[in-house]
């Protein structure tokens, strides 16, 4: 008598942009993690005299203005720039997201307090901020990464508080307190779920920005340090080299793209098939 | 509504109250002698203490903050330590710009988004919506300066139809047009990206209500349905994110006026916080402060005109 | 007597209309009062807006009244510690209107269900799991599945099945069948009656729908913009309605 | 009028209306009943050239005689309005919450018989009137929030009117309403269907409600009709078992007293639910949930056998006396 | 109307040269809207300005002035020698903020005893004293005017100011009264602050100025030599780049030590990783283009495994030590080579790029660093060197000092050219810094824009001798 109205299983059909999102993930955190393991060439070799070679059989992708090999420059470049985005997102998101789904739960003057500091948040410039921690503990990808967190948690205060007051007067909620649950059980267990879909959103955007958040803190020494590379600092370093080596700036510029639009491809796909209403829908 | 008036400005004074302290501390604690980076390396010990004397740099903190805090309250915010001028006078020249990129910025990521984002929502799950959706997830990933250089080689140096950067002031409006063309682009692309998602995302999820429906059985065309109904409800998230972005404009000049070479207060908070310019620094962070704060403010209030039924609930 | 409540009044505060003007206030209820015994049904009646799901929500202490007593089980509800509110919460439990909106769609029923037991920490927990959904007409099987599997009738019986897993004392229906047509309505009906038989449950019924009430209610209140009209037994309310608007309602029910 | 002709809905998973065949003419008032999920708004829909997108449709669709099956989207922007209109179920939320309704009602005036503003609003004023909304000019400026469900109900409808359709369709008007509103807004429509001479397709589940407001009536399950006839003899003698097992679960007014147990009397219903749509079995769609089923429901299914000036699709038909 | 567009890095934030060092202050408005008593030929000779004449007694020590005459400030007021004794008394006050405070202080007396003439005393000796009155930082302001020249300079010389424009441009105009005005071409003069390198190239390549001295990006030479609207200038400036060590501080205490650094960098790589090949390699701390320059960077040759061995005798081999680094490209990018050249040698130096008011304040004002790299653009200035151990070097050596001494104090040009190049000498074999590359004044100027100094021996650019076509 339980004939219940599942549809027909749709087959394994994945949207194509978690499968193409998920393979371009794949590839960067692979050669970041190979990286760890193997470069084709020691990344901090330099010969100045064999500045911007062209890519042959020994420098795949060719050398950089001093001569190291890109391809390695690459790989650890994207080990460096993806410890700093997923670790700023993750930081700046997971706190973020708790003021946020606080902010909502207490309602009051809580919920005013936490959005009024989530405004002194976003008009501090990160950058005063990424100076300071420089000059208290010393410039480190560590402090850029606790910077680049620290102009996230504003960001996703806003986007996590907004949904979660929209799930907080869903009825399922409501029998969530008949049962006895308080506020944070609640929050932990039905609105954080529930809000998974915009806050996947935005991390996929703060992704890229973290990404070029940390260049511009780079190139005022505020990021990560030499010799280690990371992607936007490669790009900076490439900006006066537009016209004799725009490769410089074209691979790293691509490998950003790719990072970001694995991510954020990934993030909507992982939306689409986890966000039951678009499942019905489908 | 008098009530939510009077807790928003409570609010507006309140932040601003912190906003000051913070940046006074954090000024504070930075290492930095501004007396140092005025005058520089071959500066004599007496002459830096001279200038930190007439800085007041030498008052206890309190004291200086108290001092501060008074003055602004009258609206004066003090004299620059590095440019010797009124702070407000530095403001008052370089905030004409600023406001004219952010609100460029702002006209152009709301038009391209609002186009392209109800576009894809109108081709849902078709190549329209598939490229919208692959072109702004390009436009997010594509780094701010990097697009910058890229407009200023093809359009200014190798096409030459528009200014590599500079901003000639309003009293030329076609040049100051044709100067903030490609400084607009390049800072709001990114937002511009993000905001076509919104807007798809807001106008897909309105699609799907009753009302929609029943607008097309009035025999509606599509076009008509989505400008008259689907958008003017799915209002109310894009102006969020919208408020969110004015502020992201605001301090993303930063950057761009930095690649564009253009007179604004991104550059000023920049060089002003090199140079260990206080009463700069923190009158500026103060107004970043205040347009995010008027920004969600008049959010707040878009909303009670978008949307009666939030009138009831202000 | 498992609930009492006593001349409660809920206001609320509407928005200013003017800056000076002191705001309006609409008094959703006001002045109600009932009385509820085990194994007993009360049913509520009355047009949108009258205030019914306000009086729900006070009696589930979601929100407080402005006057008045909630007492159950001889308890004052608004007297009582968060976290003793919280201990005796299973024995008051709410059935919701909207079958799709009342389940968490990213949870499996099986968790849904299991929800206020995790509260008690329940030992035998899985097991009264599946007893629920037996209780119900479903079947333990049906626990590792999602709302969106079920039709709404299903779900209405899924929300049911959380509401008696902790053998509440009581439980308030909010327009339980409303959403639901008449094979459906009629089969969970039926299951409400049997729960009741079955677990001596006191019931809040909520309707607006005479027919439905009449055919489940000992007790019967009728009311109109938060005031009560009328209550009695049902039979003599429906009988003969000693008010104008319960006349009205009934023949256009009857007919 | 319009006919629907060996008409199909399929998706993917479902199929929502099998073969249905029917024809609409002025002056009908036809209701359809049946369980949710078993077509009723998916035929609705077809009427308006408004199935999902996702939806194949198959069969023939002829209005005035043209085959709309296969319409394009503007030809059935010109029909609509005018030649069917719809009201739909929800009246809290088929109103856009940010027009003022007299806007809403006014609008197609305006774009499809191209009034001025001033000629519209004074049609919609009109039509304000005529579907019984009090002090309609002040009303005309209100937003949907601040009406109550009854009277959005009737804005939708005076939204229907406006362009004096040649079908109504009311998919579910009264569900969300209580009875005394239901009642009023059920006899608003008999009344205009009848000044008007304009068809009335009446979809419900509340029975009482179709008894009121139609002169036939057609039983749907599981995306197949299994009953039509005139309203009060189907409702008085249902031939199809589920048409009876319908009628038998819908509950009465009258005060149910407890038994000597203590015990109250259940209501009968019909055992089992309605049946998954992609559990495609060929025969019966009932068969399963029937108190008479024979062995061929399970893998024939029954035709519909004419029974005088009604029809019902079942094996095991008792001709009704 | 001709008009000049000249691009730079860095905005200043006052027009004062005599309170505030921005070298950028010089290079707009010294001896074009300020004058000062004398001035500075390219080639660094000292050429009259206001002072028409001067005599010096036999002792060295009083100099007498003749003043130009008929002069008049832009504002309209007179010049004459009371402004002169205004403008030494206050640079040379005890509130003084003038940034340049040392060119004063070895004045005795300032007097004027006709309103044509200046009598100025010295305590001692001063062989840079001419040169050092062309700088800004003695321009001759009045003391009507001085109070404003933070925001509107008013000065005697060939152009007037006439507006700025914060954070975009400053614009000078020709002034028809100076007293040579029949020679200066251009009529007006826009500068516009464009401090990042591709903005400035994009400007450039784009025609939007006429010319970049002072380009920043050595990197980006090869387009504009290839293109025939451009000729691009590579001259010297006083700024000799150093990798500085904390001599005060283990292990850099130790001559060896600083030695062995020496020997471990490649100065060609350095100028080729780092400057693009655009730069003149010193052994020293003294320019290239100065009559007392002898060639230096042949005494520690490049040789890893010798700098190796010497960094294991003297212990340190296999340590850290810390680089910190000003955020300017030249020392960054210097930076990461040096990091590898050491690591070859042995030693791991940490890089640490720091934002530029933490390096004042950590490096320069509290001597709390290991290694960093600056380039030090004061003309004549061998004399950090003496300034002892509170200077952030943290040198002090007796003999040095005795040696600068007797530098500043020689009057006659052979003799102290001969001793500057003894200071060079022992600067070189005490090691005590790594002596990198004279920094590179790189121009890049439209050809139809004539008469760019090629290089500078100071900060200014006159801009009265320059015409455009
Ligand atoms: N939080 C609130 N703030 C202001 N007014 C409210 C609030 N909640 C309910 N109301 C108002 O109180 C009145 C009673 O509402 P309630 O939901 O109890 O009615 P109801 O009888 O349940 O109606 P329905 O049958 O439509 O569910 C209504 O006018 C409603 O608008
Ligand atoms: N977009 C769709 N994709 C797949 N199946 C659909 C879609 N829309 C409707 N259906 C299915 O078609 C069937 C008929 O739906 P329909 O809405 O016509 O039912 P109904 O009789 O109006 O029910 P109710 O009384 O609940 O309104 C349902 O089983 C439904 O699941
Ligand atoms: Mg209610
Ligand atoms: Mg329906």
């Known amino acids: ?241 537009m016209y004799q080596a725009p490769q410089l700036a074209i691979y790293p510029g691509l490998c950003i793209v790719i990072a970001v639009m694995g991510f954020g491809l990934l993030g909507d796909g992982l939306r689409d098939v986890t966000d039951p209403r678009l499942v019905r829908e489908r | 509504m008098g009530y939510f008036l009077l807790r928003r400005s409570v609010g507006f004074v309140l932040t601003l109250l912190a906003v000051s302290v913070v940046v006074f501390a954090v000024m504070n604690v930075l290492p930095g002698d501004p007396a140092l980076t005025i005058l520089g390396l071959d500066a004599t010990e007496d002459a830096l203490q001279a200038l930190r004397d007439q800085l007041g740099l030498n008052d206890p903190l309190l004291i200086r903050y108290w001092s501060w805090i008074t003055h602004a309250l009258v609206g004066d915010f003090g004299v620059s330590h590095s440019f010797r001028v009124p702070v407000s006078d530095l403001i008052a020249e370089r905030l004409p710009m600023t406001i004219s990129l952010a609100v460029s910025g702002m006209i152009f990521t709301v038009i391209l988004a609002l186009i392209l984002g109800i576009a894809a929502a109108a081709n849902h799950r ?40 500079g901003f000639p002031g309003w009293s030329d409006p076609v040049a100051a047009m044709r100067a903030l063309i490609l400084p607009t682009v390049a800072l709001a692309l990114v937002q511009s990206s993000v905001l076509a998602r919104v807007t798809r995302s807001s106008a897909l999820e309105v699609m799907r209500q009753d009302y929609v429906r029943t607008a097309r059985a009035t025999g509606f065309s599509r076009q008509r349905v989505l400008w008259r109904h689907v958008l003017p409800n799915a209002l109310v998230p894009i102006v969020t994110i919208v408020g969110m972005q004015f502020a992201a404009l605001v301090t993303g000049t930063i950057v761009i006026e930095n690649v564009f070479y253009l007179p604004g207060l991104g550059r000023l908070i920049f060089q002003s916080i090199a140079n260990r310019d206080l009463p700069t620094v923190q009158a500026l962070v103060m107004l970043f402060a205040a347009i995010v704060v008027t920004a969600n403010f008049i959010v707040d209030l878009l909303y009670l005109v978008i949307d009666p039924r939030l009138k009831a609930r202000a | 007597m498992i609930l009492e409540v006593r001349n409660v009044t809920r206001r609320y505060r509407l928005p200013r209309r003017a800056l000076l003007q002191p705001p309006p206030v609409l008094v959703a209820v006001e002045n109600a009062s009932l009385t509820l015994e085990r194994g007993q049904t009360l049913g509520i009646v009355g047009e949108s807006g009258s205030g019914k799901s306000t009086l729900a929500r006070m009696v589930m202490a979601f929100e407080a009244p402005d006057e008045g007593t909630i007492r159950f089980d001889g308890k004052d509800l608004n007297r009582l510690s968060s976290g003793e509110l919280r201990r005796l919460r299973q024995q008051f439990q709410m059935v919701f209107q909207d079958p799709y909106g009342s389940l968490d769609p990213r949870r499996t029923v099986g968790w849904s269900i299991a929800e206020p037991l995790r509260v008690l920490d329940a030992p035998d927990a899985a097991k009264r799991v599946d007893e629920a959904l037996t209780q119900v007409g479903l079947r333990a099987a049906d626990a590792a599945k999602y709302p969106h599997e079920f039709s709404g009738g299903q779900r209405q019986r899924i929300a049911i099945a959380r509401a008696i897993v902790t053998r509440p004392a009581l439980l308030v229906a909010d327009e339980a069948v409303s959403a639901l047509d008449v094979s459906v309505q009629a089969q969970i009906l039926n299951l409400l009656m049997d729960l009741q038989d079955e677990l001596g449950l006191a019931m809040l019924f909520i309707s607006h729908d005479l027919a439905v009430v009449a055919s489940i209610c000992d007790h019967l209140m009728v009311m109109q913009h938060g005031k009560t009209l009328e209550s009695g037994p049902a039979h003599s309310v429906l009988a003969a309605p000693s008010h104008a608007y319960t006349r009205s309602l009934l023949t256009a029910a009857g007919a | 009028m319009f006919e629907l002709d060996r008409f199909s809905v399929a998706f993917d998973t479902a199929t929502a209306l099998r073969e249905a065949s029917l024809t609409i003419s002025p002056g009908d008032r036809l209701g359809v009943v049946g369980e949710s999920g078993s077509g009723k708004t998916m035929l609705a829909l077809s009427l308006m050239g408004m199935a999902p997108d996702a939806a194949q449709v198959s069969g023939r669709l002829l209005i005035d005689g043209n085959d709309m099956a296969s319409a394009s989207e503007s030809e059935w922007q010109r029909l609509r309005a005018r030649k069917v209109a719809m009201i739909f179920q929800e009246p809290m939320s088929a109103l856009n919450p940010l027009r003022r309704v007299g806007d809403t009602v006014a609008d197609p005036l305006r774009i499809h018989l191209n009034m001025s503003n001033a000629q519209a609003e004074a049609r919609a004023l009109d039509l304000f009137r005529e579907v019984g909304i009090p002090n309609p000019e002040a009303r005309l400026r209100q937003f949907p929030h601040e009406m109550s469900g009854g009277q959005r109900q009737r804005v939708l409808i005076a939204l229907a009117l406006a362009c004096d359709p040649a079908l109504l369709i009311a998919d579910e008007p009264t569900t969300a309403l209580d009875a005394n509103v239901k009642l009023r807004i059920t006899h608003l429509l008999v009344r205009l269907a009848e000044q008007r001479g304009m068809a009335l397709l009446f979809i419900s589940h509340d029975l009482a409600s179709v008894a009121r407001a139609t002169k036939d009536i057609l039983v749907m399950y599981g995306g197949d009709i299994v009953e039509r006839g005139p309203t009060q003899e189907v409702l008085k003698a249902p031939a199809h078992p589920y048409t009876r097992g319908l009628l038998g679960a819908r509950p009465d007014p009258a005060p149910h007293q407890r038994g000597a147990d203590g015990k109250r009397a259940r209501l009968p219903t019909i055992p089992g639910t309605v049946p998954a749509l992609h559990d495609l079995a060929p025969g019966c769609r009932f068969s399963g949930r029937c108190p008479i089923e024979r062995p061929e429901c399970a893998t024939v299914r029954p035709a519909m056998r004419d029974l005088g000036h009604r029809s019902a699709a079942c094996h095991a038909l008792e001709v009704p006396a | 109307e001709t008009k000049l567009v000249v691009g730079l890095q860095q905005e200043p934030t006052s027009l004062d040269p005599t309170a505030d060092a921005t070298a950028s202050i010089d290079g707009m408005l010294t001896q074009n809207v300020y004058e000062s008593l004398t001035t500075v030929a390219p080639s660094g000779e000292v050429l009259p300005q206001l002072a028409d004449s001067w005599t010096v007694s036999d002792d060295g020590l009083t100099y007498t002035f003749k003043l130009a005459q008929g002069v008049k400030y832009h504002d309209g007021t007179d010049f004459d020698s009371a402004d002169v004794l205004f403008a030494f008394k206050r640079a040379m006050a005890e509130d003084s903020t003038n940034p340049s405070k040392s060119i004063f202080k070895p004045i005795a007396s300032v007097e004027a005893p006709d309103a044509g003439t200046v009598v100025i005393t010295l305590k001692n000796k001063d062989a840079f004293f001419l040169f050092n009155l062309a700088q800004g930082d003695a321009s001759i302001v009045a003391e009507e005017s001085v109070d404003g020249n933070a925001t509107t300079p008013i000065g005697t010389g060939a152009f007037k100011y006439d507006s700025w424009t914060r954070g975009d441009r400053l614009t000078l105009v020709k002034n028809p009264d100076w007293r040579h005005a029949a020679d200066v071409q251009v009529d007006k003069v826009e500068f516009r602050f464009i401090a990042d390198a591709a903005a400035a190239a994009a400007a450039l390549l784009s025609d939007e100025i006429d010319a970049y001295p002072g380009f920043p990006a050595p990197e980006m030479l090869p387009q504009f030599e290839s293109d025939p609207r451009f000729s691009v200038n590579v001259g010297s400036t006083e700024g000799e780049v150093i990798l500085a060590m904390n001599n005060s501080k283990p292990p850099f205490n130790n001559v060896e030590v600083r030695r062995a650094v020496s020997t471990a960098i490649d100065r060609d790589e350095i100028i080729e990783g780092a400057m693009y090949g655009v730069a003149v390699p010193i052994g020293s701390f003294y320019p290239p283009h100065g009559k007392a320059y002898v060639d230096l960077t042949a005494v520690y040759p490049h040789d890893a495994e010798k700098a190796k061995k010497m960094f294991e005798d003297a212990g340190v081999a296999g340590t850290t030590m810390t680089l910190r680094v000003p955020p300017f490209a030249y020392a960054t990018r210097s930076a990461e080579i040096i990091q590898a050249e050491l690591k070859e040698a042995g030693i791991d130096a940490k890089v640490e790029n720091v934002e530029w008011g933490f390096w004042l304040d950590e490096v320069y004002k509290k001597q709390n660093y290991d290694m960093t790299i600056i380039a030090h653009t004061s003309p004549n200035d061998m004399g950090n060197f003496a300034k002892g151990p509170k200077y952030f070097y943290g040198y002090d050596d007796a003999k040095f000092n005795a040696l600068w001494d007797n530098i500043s104090t020689e009057a006659d040009e052979t003799k102290r050219n001969e001793l500057l190049k003894e200071g060079q000498r022992y600067l070189t074999d005490q090691a005590v810094h790594a002596f990198l590359f004279q920094m590179p004044q790189i121009s890049i100027i439209k050809t139809n824009v004539k008469g760019f100094w090629q290089s500078s021996p100071v900060l200014f650019q006159p801009l009265a001798g320059i015409t455009v076509n």
């Open chain 2, 126 to 165: 078709k190549a329209g919506d598939w490229g919208v959706m692959f072109v702004s997830q390009l436009g997010i990933a594509i780094p701010a300066f990097w697009l910058a250089m890229l407009l200023v080689l093809i359009f200014a140096v190798n096409l030459r139809w528009l200014p590599p950067g």
């Open chain 1, 1 to 241: 008598m339980t004939a219940t109205t599942v549809p027909k299983a749709p087959g394994l059909k994945l949207p194509v942009n978690l499968i193409l999102g998920a393979v371009l993930v794949a590839l960067v955190i692979g050669a970041a993690a190979l990286s760890l393991l193997w470069t084709p060439h020691d990344y901090t070799a330099m010969n100045v005299r064999n500045k911007f070679a062209a890519p042959d059989a020994t420098f795949w992708l060719g050398t950089d203005q001093l001569g190291r090999d890109l391809v390695s420059q690459l790989m650890v470049g994207a080990r460096n720039s993806m410890a700093v985005a997923l670790a700023a997102v993750l930081l700046g998101g997971s706190i973020g997201t708790a003021l946020g789904l606080l902010a909502a739960a207490i309602g009051g003057w809580v919920e005013d307090l936490v959005m009024r500091i989530a405004d002194i948040g976003f008009a501090f410039p990160a950058l005063l901020f990424a100076i300071m921690l420089a000059a208290v503990f010393g410039p480190s990808l560590t402090n850029a990464v606790l910077a680049i967190a620290f102009i996230n948690i504003p960001v996703f205060a806003r986007v996590s508080r907004a949904a979660a007051n929209q799930i907080w007067t869903r009825e399922y909620v409501a029998a969530a307190r008949a049962a006895g649950l308080n506020r944070f059980a609640i929050s932990r267990d039905h609105i954080l779920p529930n809000i998974a879909a915009p806050v996947i959103v935005q991390a996929t955007i703060e992704f890229a920005v973290a990404i070029l958040a940390e260049a511009a803190l780079s190139y005022l020494g505020l990021g990560a340090q030499p010799p280690s590379p990371t992607w936007g600092r490669m790009l900076s370093e490439a900006q006066t080299l």
